[in-house]
Protein backbone atom coordinates (compact mmCIF):
# COMPACT_ATOMS: atom_id res chain seq x y z
CA UNK A 1 0.00 0.00 0.00
CA UNK A 2 1.19 3.50 -1.14
CA UNK A 3 2.01 6.15 1.20
CA UNK A 4 -1.52 8.27 -0.97
CA UNK A 5 -3.82 5.07 0.07
CA UNK A 6 -2.19 5.02 3.63
CA UNK A 7 -3.41 8.63 3.85
CA UNK A 8 -6.85 8.45 2.33
CA UNK A 9 -7.85 5.66 4.90
CA UNK A 10 -6.69 7.67 7.67
CA UNK A 11 -8.76 10.42 6.58
CA UNK A 12 -11.78 8.30 6.07
CA UNK A 13 -11.36 6.96 9.55
CA UNK A 14 -10.36 11.19 11.18
CA UNK A 15 -14.05 12.31 9.30
CA UNK A 16 -16.05 9.08 10.65
CA UNK A 17 -14.72 9.77 14.10
CA UNK A 18 -13.26 6.49 14.51
CA UNK A 19 -10.64 7.77 16.63
CA UNK A 20 -9.79 4.27 18.42
CA UNK A 21 -9.50 2.62 15.00
CA UNK A 22 -7.24 5.11 13.97
CA UNK A 23 -5.44 5.12 17.21
CA UNK A 24 -4.11 1.60 16.52
CA UNK A 25 -3.50 2.62 12.40
CA UNK A 26 -1.13 5.30 13.34
CA UNK A 27 0.54 2.60 15.93
CA UNK A 28 1.75 0.63 13.15
CA UNK A 29 3.36 4.12 11.41
CA UNK A 30 6.79 5.14 11.50
CA UNK A 31 6.78 8.33 13.75
CA UNK A 32 8.21 10.76 10.43
CA UNK A 33 5.38 9.16 8.50
CA UNK A 34 2.64 10.35 10.84
CA UNK A 35 4.10 13.89 11.05
CA UNK A 36 4.11 13.98 7.75
CA UNK A 37 0.83 12.81 7.29
CA UNK A 38 -0.31 16.19 10.33
CA UNK A 39 1.80 18.55 8.43
CA UNK A 40 -1.16 18.16 5.70
CA UNK A 41 -4.26 18.55 8.26
CA UNK A 42 -5.86 22.23 9.57
CA UNK A 43 -5.45 23.34 13.05
CA UNK A 44 -8.64 21.49 14.02
CA UNK A 45 -7.68 18.18 12.69
CA UNK A 46 -4.12 18.80 13.79
CA UNK A 47 -5.04 18.66 17.13
CA UNK A 48 -7.60 15.92 17.26
CA UNK A 49 -4.92 13.55 15.71
CA UNK A 50 -2.06 14.62 18.27
CA UNK A 51 -4.43 14.09 21.26
CA UNK A 52 -5.54 10.56 19.71
CA UNK A 53 -1.38 9.51 19.11
CA UNK A 54 -0.45 7.40 22.57
CA UNK A 55 1.49 9.90 25.05
CA UNK A 56 4.84 7.74 23.89
CA UNK A 57 4.70 7.84 20.57
CA UNK A 58 3.22 11.81 20.40
CA UNK A 59 6.35 13.32 21.94
CA UNK A 60 8.38 11.51 18.99
CA UNK A 61 6.01 12.98 16.21
CA UNK A 62 6.31 16.24 17.50
CA UNK A 63 9.81 16.25 17.57
CA UNK A 64 9.85 15.45 13.73
CA UNK A 65 6.71 18.39 12.84
CA UNK A 66 7.69 21.77 10.96
CA UNK A 67 8.19 24.44 13.34
CA UNK A 68 4.77 26.51 12.23
CA UNK A 69 3.11 22.57 12.89
CA UNK A 70 4.13 22.90 16.45
CA UNK A 71 3.48 26.49 17.44
CA UNK A 72 -0.17 25.82 15.92
CA UNK A 73 -0.16 23.12 18.16
CA UNK A 74 1.37 24.79 21.61
CA UNK A 75 -1.04 27.38 20.83
CA UNK A 76 -4.12 24.51 20.93
CA UNK A 77 -3.32 22.38 23.85
CA UNK A 78 -3.59 23.08 27.47
CA UNK A 79 -0.38 23.57 29.74
CA UNK A 80 -0.78 20.21 31.62
CA UNK A 81 -0.41 18.98 27.52
CA UNK A 82 2.75 20.94 27.06
CA UNK A 83 4.17 19.93 30.57
CA UNK A 84 3.81 16.47 29.48
CA UNK A 85 4.97 16.47 26.02
CA UNK A 86 8.58 18.22 27.25
CA UNK A 87 8.64 15.37 29.65
CA UNK A 88 8.76 12.78 27.15
CA UNK A 89 11.01 14.70 25.05
CA UNK A 90 14.67 13.83 24.79
CA UNK A 91 16.46 17.15 25.77
CA UNK A 92 17.84 17.94 22.49
CA UNK A 93 14.85 17.41 20.71
CA UNK A 94 12.96 20.09 23.09
CA UNK A 95 16.08 22.70 22.81
CA UNK A 96 16.01 21.92 18.88
CA UNK A 97 12.38 23.06 18.81
CA UNK A 98 12.24 25.79 20.89
CA UNK A 99 14.73 27.37 18.90
CA UNK A 100 12.32 27.52 16.28
CA UNK A 101 10.10 29.12 17.94
CA UNK A 102 8.48 32.87 19.16
CA UNK A 103 9.58 34.53 22.00
CA UNK A 104 5.91 34.03 23.33
CA UNK A 105 5.56 30.47 22.79
CA UNK A 106 8.99 29.38 24.16
CA UNK A 107 7.89 31.70 27.52
CA UNK A 108 4.94 29.67 27.95
CA UNK A 109 6.19 26.22 27.39
CA UNK A 110 9.36 27.03 29.88
CA UNK A 111 6.79 28.32 31.90
CA UNK A 112 4.89 24.41 32.32
CA UNK A 113 8.29 22.71 33.15
CA UNK A 114 9.87 21.92 36.14
CA UNK A 115 12.97 24.01 37.57
CA UNK A 116 15.27 21.56 36.87
CA UNK A 117 13.91 21.10 33.20
CA UNK A 118 13.80 24.67 32.62
CA UNK A 119 17.74 25.16 34.09
CA UNK A 120 18.75 22.72 31.53
CA UNK A 121 16.95 24.05 28.19
CA UNK A 122 18.41 27.44 29.14
CA UNK A 123 21.98 26.84 29.36
CA UNK A 124 21.58 24.69 26.29
CA UNK A 125 19.60 28.00 24.39
CA UNK A 126 22.89 30.37 25.83
CA UNK A 127 24.93 27.85 23.72
CA UNK A 128 26.04 29.79 20.37
CA UNK A 129 24.10 28.86 17.41
CA UNK A 130 25.57 25.78 15.54
CA UNK A 131 27.63 24.88 18.15
CA UNK A 132 28.58 21.69 19.42
CA UNK A 133 26.86 22.74 22.17
CA UNK A 134 23.84 23.49 21.20
CA UNK A 135 23.38 20.07 19.24
CA UNK A 136 24.39 17.45 21.85
CA UNK A 137 22.00 15.79 24.13
CA UNK A 138 22.95 14.88 28.27
CA UNK A 139 20.75 11.58 27.60
CA UNK A 140 23.68 9.04 27.67
CA UNK A 141 25.28 6.23 29.79
CA UNK A 142 28.26 7.09 31.25
CA UNK A 143 30.64 5.14 34.08
CA UNK A 144 32.51 5.89 36.69
CA UNK A 145 35.99 4.70 37.05
CA UNK A 146 36.58 2.17 38.36
CA UNK A 147 33.25 -0.01 37.73
CA UNK A 148 33.04 -3.72 36.60
CA UNK A 149 31.16 -5.06 33.95
CA UNK A 150 28.36 -6.20 36.10
CA UNK A 151 27.84 -3.06 37.33
CA UNK A 152 27.63 -1.28 34.10
CA UNK A 153 25.41 -3.59 32.93
CA UNK A 154 23.01 -3.28 36.18
CA UNK A 155 23.31 0.84 35.29
CA UNK A 156 22.20 0.57 31.66
CA UNK A 157 18.95 -1.76 33.03
CA UNK A 158 18.48 0.83 35.39
CA UNK A 159 18.55 4.19 33.24
CA UNK A 160 18.88 3.06 29.73
CA UNK A 161 15.30 3.03 28.93
CA UNK A 162 15.39 7.30 29.60
CA UNK A 163 18.80 7.07 27.49
CA UNK A 164 18.80 8.74 23.58
CA UNK A 165 21.63 5.92 22.97
CA UNK A 166 23.02 3.39 24.71
CA UNK A 167 25.16 1.96 21.53
CA UNK A 168 28.22 4.12 22.92
CA UNK A 169 29.35 3.83 26.34
CA UNK A 170 31.66 6.51 28.29
CA UNK A 171 34.15 6.00 31.01
CA UNK A 172 34.66 9.18 32.85
CA UNK A 173 36.91 9.69 36.42
CA UNK A 174 35.64 11.25 39.79
CA UNK A 175 35.88 14.86 37.92
CA UNK A 176 34.01 13.75 35.09
CA UNK A 177 36.42 14.08 32.98
CA UNK A 178 36.57 11.81 29.49
CA UNK A 179 38.17 8.63 29.88
CA UNK A 180 37.26 6.64 27.30
CA UNK A 181 34.50 4.47 25.59
CA UNK A 182 33.50 1.36 24.52
CA UNK A 183 30.50 -0.15 22.75
CA UNK A 184 27.81 -1.76 23.99
CA UNK A 185 28.93 -4.77 21.83
CA UNK A 186 32.00 -5.20 24.03
CA UNK A 187 30.42 -4.85 27.26
CA UNK A 188 27.82 -7.45 26.60
CA UNK A 189 30.86 -10.27 25.58
CA UNK A 190 32.76 -9.40 28.58
CA UNK A 191 33.26 -11.13 31.42
CA UNK A 192 31.50 -9.41 34.09
CA UNK A 193 34.18 -9.15 36.74
CA UNK A 194 35.88 -7.25 35.06
CA UNK A 195 36.58 -3.28 34.93
CA UNK A 196 35.68 -1.44 32.12
CA UNK A 197 38.69 0.75 32.09
CA UNK A 198 40.33 -2.72 30.77
CA UNK A 199 37.90 -2.94 27.55
CA UNK A 200 37.94 1.40 27.05
CA UNK A 201 39.35 2.87 23.67
CA UNK A 202 41.43 5.49 25.68
CA UNK A 203 42.10 8.55 23.78
CA UNK A 204 38.48 9.09 22.48
CA UNK A 205 37.28 11.43 19.29
CA UNK A 206 36.02 14.32 20.68
CA UNK A 207 34.68 17.93 20.51
CA UNK A 208 34.46 21.38 22.61
CA UNK A 209 31.13 22.95 23.33
CA UNK A 210 32.14 25.93 20.97
CA UNK A 211 33.12 23.75 18.32
CA UNK A 212 31.19 24.90 15.07
CA UNK A 213 28.60 22.22 13.95
CA UNK A 214 30.52 21.86 10.66
CA UNK A 215 34.02 20.63 12.67
CA UNK A 216 31.77 18.46 14.05
CA UNK A 217 30.60 16.93 10.81
CA UNK A 218 33.84 16.27 9.76
CA UNK A 219 34.72 14.56 12.60
CA UNK A 220 32.30 11.99 12.63
CA UNK A 221 32.85 11.19 9.35
CA UNK A 222 36.07 11.21 9.59
CA UNK A 223 36.19 8.26 12.14
CA UNK A 224 32.78 7.09 11.03
CA UNK A 225 31.18 7.47 14.58
CA UNK A 226 27.72 6.38 15.88
CA UNK A 227 28.02 9.78 18.36
CA UNK A 228 30.60 11.69 19.29
CA UNK A 229 31.31 13.23 23.03
CA UNK A 230 31.09 17.05 23.46
CA UNK A 231 33.66 18.15 26.42
CA UNK A 232 33.71 21.45 28.07
CA UNK A 233 36.97 23.59 28.14
CA UNK A 234 38.37 21.33 30.82
CA UNK A 235 37.40 18.04 28.90
CA UNK A 236 34.51 17.49 31.63
CA UNK A 237 32.17 15.32 29.80
CA UNK A 238 29.01 17.29 29.19
CA UNK A 239 27.32 15.61 26.62
CA UNK A 240 27.42 13.28 22.96
CA UNK A 241 25.69 14.16 19.60
CA UNK A 242 23.93 11.52 17.86
CA UNK A 243 24.45 10.81 14.19
CA UNK A 244 20.84 11.89 13.27
CA UNK A 245 21.64 15.70 14.41
CA UNK A 246 25.23 15.39 12.35
CA UNK A 247 22.94 14.10 9.09
CA UNK A 248 21.11 17.04 9.73
CA UNK A 249 24.21 19.77 10.45
CA UNK A 250 25.50 18.40 7.27
CA UNK A 251 21.81 18.63 4.90
CA UNK A 252 21.89 21.60 6.24
CA UNK A 253 25.43 23.11 5.21
CA UNK A 254 25.58 21.58 2.18
CA UNK A 255 22.04 23.65 1.44
CA UNK A 256 23.13 26.51 2.69
CA UNK A 257 26.97 25.63 0.19
CA UNK A 258 24.46 25.70 -2.69
CA UNK A 259 23.03 28.66 -1.96
CA UNK A 260 25.93 30.47 -1.89
CA UNK A 261 27.03 28.99 -5.07
CA UNK A 262 24.10 30.09 -6.72
CA UNK A 263 24.44 33.67 -5.38
CA UNK A 264 21.39 33.32 -2.74
CA UNK A 265 21.83 34.58 1.11
CA UNK A 266 21.27 31.25 3.33
CA UNK A 267 17.91 30.46 4.24
CA UNK A 268 16.75 28.35 6.87
CA UNK A 269 12.92 27.81 5.33
CA UNK A 270 11.16 25.95 3.11
CA UNK A 271 10.99 27.14 -0.28
CA UNK A 272 7.08 26.94 -0.27
CA UNK A 273 6.49 28.19 2.88
CA UNK A 274 9.11 31.13 2.74
CA UNK A 275 7.11 34.84 2.48
CA UNK A 276 8.10 36.69 -0.83
CA UNK A 277 9.81 39.13 0.43
CA UNK A 278 12.36 37.03 2.20
CA UNK A 279 12.93 35.50 -1.61
CA UNK A 280 13.41 38.98 -2.67
CA UNK A 281 16.10 40.26 0.05
CA UNK A 282 18.18 36.78 -0.45
CA UNK A 283 18.34 37.10 -4.09
CA UNK A 284 18.61 40.92 -4.71
CA UNK A 285 21.69 41.57 -2.73
CA UNK A 286 24.16 39.34 -5.21
CA UNK A 287 22.26 40.64 -7.92
CA UNK A 288 22.91 43.86 -7.48
CA UNK A 289 26.48 43.27 -6.84
CA UNK A 290 27.18 40.98 -10.22
CA UNK A 291 25.11 43.62 -12.03
CA UNK A 292 27.40 46.24 -10.81
CA UNK A 293 30.39 44.41 -11.48
CA UNK A 294 29.09 43.72 -14.97
CA UNK A 295 29.86 47.09 -15.53
CA UNK A 296 33.73 46.06 -15.96
CA UNK A 297 32.97 44.23 -18.26
CA UNK A 298 31.20 46.86 -20.43
CA UNK A 299 34.27 48.95 -19.81
CA UNK A 300 36.18 46.54 -21.89
CA UNK A 301 34.37 46.68 -24.59
CA UNK A 302 33.98 49.79 -24.53
CA UNK A 303 37.58 50.24 -24.15
CA UNK A 304 38.21 48.08 -27.42
CA UNK A 305 35.83 49.66 -29.44
CA UNK A 306 37.96 50.96 -31.98
CA UNK A 307 39.50 48.09 -32.28
CA UNK A 308 35.98 46.33 -33.21
CA UNK A 309 34.75 49.38 -35.51
CA UNK A 310 37.99 49.73 -37.51
CA UNK A 311 38.24 45.74 -37.95
CA UNK A 312 34.79 46.14 -40.05
CA UNK A 313 33.93 42.61 -40.81
CA UNK A 314 36.36 40.75 -38.80
CA UNK A 315 34.70 43.14 -35.60
CA UNK A 316 31.05 41.97 -36.33
CA UNK A 317 32.45 38.64 -36.04
CA UNK A 318 34.92 39.22 -33.16
CA UNK A 319 31.38 40.35 -31.37
CA UNK A 320 29.00 37.35 -32.19
CA UNK A 321 32.19 34.87 -30.49
CA UNK A 322 31.56 36.77 -27.29
CA UNK A 323 28.68 34.68 -25.93
CA UNK A 324 30.42 31.72 -26.86
CA UNK A 325 33.87 32.76 -25.20
CA UNK A 326 32.16 34.03 -22.25
CA UNK A 327 30.68 30.92 -21.42
CA UNK A 328 33.13 28.86 -21.69
CA UNK A 329 35.47 30.15 -19.72
CA UNK A 330 32.63 30.63 -17.08
CA UNK A 331 31.66 26.86 -17.37
CA UNK A 332 35.47 26.06 -16.87
CA UNK A 333 36.09 28.20 -13.98
CA UNK A 334 33.26 26.50 -11.91
CA UNK A 335 34.16 23.05 -12.93
CA UNK A 336 37.30 24.09 -10.56
CA UNK A 337 35.69 25.70 -8.49
CA UNK A 338 32.98 23.17 -7.73
CA UNK A 339 36.17 20.71 -7.27
CA UNK A 340 38.12 22.70 -4.80
CA UNK A 341 34.94 23.36 -2.96
CA UNK A 342 34.28 20.04 -2.29
CA UNK A 343 38.01 19.16 -2.05
CA UNK A 344 38.21 21.41 1.09
CA UNK A 345 34.69 20.87 2.37
CA UNK A 346 36.15 17.05 3.04
CA UNK A 347 39.52 18.15 4.25
CA UNK A 348 41.08 16.65 1.01
CA UNK A 349 42.72 19.79 0.18
CA UNK A 350 43.76 22.56 2.08
CA UNK A 351 45.55 26.25 1.53
CA UNK A 352 49.61 25.01 1.46
CA UNK A 353 48.61 22.89 -1.55
CA UNK A 354 47.32 25.53 -3.75
CA UNK A 355 50.22 25.46 -6.19
CA UNK A 356 49.45 22.08 -6.35
CA UNK A 357 46.27 22.23 -6.93
CA UNK A 358 46.93 24.99 -9.10
CA UNK A 359 49.82 22.73 -11.54
CA UNK A 360 46.91 20.21 -11.84
CA UNK A 361 44.51 22.00 -13.02
CA UNK A 362 46.74 24.19 -15.61
CA UNK A 363 47.59 20.61 -16.90
CA UNK A 364 44.03 19.49 -17.21
CA UNK A 365 43.27 23.00 -18.66
CA UNK A 366 45.94 22.65 -21.35
CA UNK A 367 43.98 19.28 -22.54
CA UNK A 368 40.59 20.62 -22.57
CA UNK A 369 41.87 23.81 -24.10
CA UNK A 370 43.57 21.97 -27.08
CA UNK A 371 40.59 20.59 -27.70
CA UNK A 372 37.82 23.16 -27.65
CA UNK A 373 39.77 24.70 -30.11
CA UNK A 374 40.85 22.26 -32.57
CA UNK A 375 36.44 21.39 -32.45
CA UNK A 376 35.95 25.45 -32.52
CA UNK A 377 38.22 25.52 -35.63
CA UNK A 378 35.99 22.81 -37.42
CA UNK A 379 32.82 24.58 -35.96
CA UNK A 380 33.72 28.19 -37.06
CA UNK A 381 34.78 27.02 -40.86
CA UNK A 382 31.95 24.74 -41.25
CA UNK A 383 29.94 27.47 -39.91
CA UNK A 384 31.10 29.96 -42.16
CA UNK A 385 31.24 27.44 -45.26
CA UNK A 386 27.53 27.50 -44.96
CA UNK A 387 26.72 31.05 -44.39
CA UNK A 388 28.83 33.11 -45.60
CA UNK A 389 31.60 31.68 -46.96
CA UNK A 390 35.17 30.97 -46.02
CA UNK A 391 37.35 34.02 -46.40
CA UNK A 392 40.75 35.49 -45.06
CA UNK A 393 39.06 37.43 -42.87
CA UNK A 394 37.09 34.69 -41.60
CA UNK A 395 39.89 31.90 -41.30
CA UNK A 396 42.06 35.20 -39.34
CA UNK A 397 38.65 35.54 -36.88
CA UNK A 398 38.65 31.96 -36.22
CA UNK A 399 42.36 31.43 -35.05
CA UNK A 400 42.28 34.94 -33.22
CA UNK A 401 38.99 33.01 -31.03
CA UNK A 402 41.12 29.56 -31.14
CA UNK A 403 44.07 30.70 -29.67
CA UNK A 404 41.55 33.14 -27.19
CA UNK A 405 39.72 30.22 -26.25
CA UNK A 406 43.20 28.53 -25.35
CA UNK A 407 44.31 31.10 -22.89
CA UNK A 408 40.97 31.70 -21.18
CA UNK A 409 40.25 27.88 -20.45
CA UNK A 410 43.83 28.63 -18.70
CA UNK A 411 43.25 31.41 -16.97
CA UNK A 412 39.41 30.84 -16.00
CA UNK A 413 41.02 26.88 -14.53
CA UNK A 414 43.17 29.09 -12.54
CA UNK A 415 41.30 31.42 -11.32
CA UNK A 416 38.69 28.70 -10.19
CA UNK A 417 40.96 26.35 -8.32
CA UNK A 418 42.61 29.50 -6.50
CA UNK A 419 39.93 31.40 -5.31
CA UNK A 420 38.27 28.98 -2.62
CA UNK A 421 41.59 28.44 -1.20
CA UNK A 422 42.92 32.16 -1.15
CA UNK A 423 39.09 32.68 0.33
CA UNK A 424 39.51 29.64 2.85
CA UNK A 425 42.80 30.90 4.06
CA UNK A 426 41.56 34.46 5.34
CA UNK A 427 38.01 33.28 6.92
CA UNK A 428 35.62 33.53 4.18
CA UNK A 429 33.23 30.64 3.14
CA UNK A 430 34.83 29.35 0.09
CA UNK A 431 31.28 28.69 -1.51
CA UNK A 432 31.45 32.42 -1.43
CA UNK A 433 33.63 32.13 -4.70
CA UNK A 434 31.67 30.39 -6.23
CA UNK A 435 29.85 30.59 -10.26
CA UNK A 436 29.01 34.44 -9.80
CA UNK A 437 32.00 36.10 -8.80
CA UNK A 438 34.39 33.45 -10.53
CA UNK A 439 32.03 33.95 -13.98
CA UNK A 440 32.49 37.91 -13.68
CA UNK A 441 36.41 37.71 -13.50
CA UNK A 442 36.51 35.04 -16.32
CA UNK A 443 34.37 37.41 -18.42
CA UNK A 444 36.62 40.24 -17.46
CA UNK A 445 39.59 37.97 -18.65
CA UNK A 446 38.05 36.75 -20.97
CA UNK A 447 36.83 39.93 -23.15
CA UNK A 448 40.73 41.27 -22.28
CA UNK A 449 42.53 37.94 -23.77
CA UNK A 450 40.56 38.42 -26.83
CA UNK A 451 40.07 41.83 -27.60
CA UNK A 452 44.31 41.72 -26.76
CA UNK A 453 44.73 38.85 -29.40
CA UNK A 454 43.08 40.72 -32.02
CA UNK A 455 44.75 44.19 -31.60
CA UNK A 456 48.02 42.22 -32.43
CA UNK A 457 47.03 40.00 -34.61
CA UNK A 458 45.38 43.36 -36.71
CA UNK A 459 47.83 45.65 -35.95
Not at 189 to 216: C, G, K, W, Y
Not at 239 to 250: E, H, L, P, Y
Request: aromatic share 6%; proline share 3%.
Amino acid sequence: MDWEQISEKLDAMLAAGRHSEMRGALRLLNAVDIAQYMSELDREKLLIVFRILPKDLGADVFSYLEPDKQAELLNAIGDSEIRGLIDSMFLDDAVDFLEELPAGVVRRVLQNTDADTRDLINQFLRYPENSAGSLMTIEYCEFHSPCTVRQAMEEIRRTGLDKETIYTLYVIDERRRLLGSLALRTLIIADDNRDVTELMTSNPVFVHTDDDQEVVADMVRKYDLLTIPVVDREERLVGIITADDVMDVIEEENTEDIEKMSGLLPSDEQYLKTPITTLFKNRIPWLLILMISATFTGLIITHFEGVLSSAGKIGVLLTAALPMLMDTGGNCGAQASTLVIRGLALGEVEFKDILRVWWREVRVAVMVGAVLCLVNVGRQLALYYFTSGISPETVRVTIIVSIAMFCTVIIAKSIGCTLPLLAKKIGLDPALMASPIITTLVDACSLTILFSIATFALG
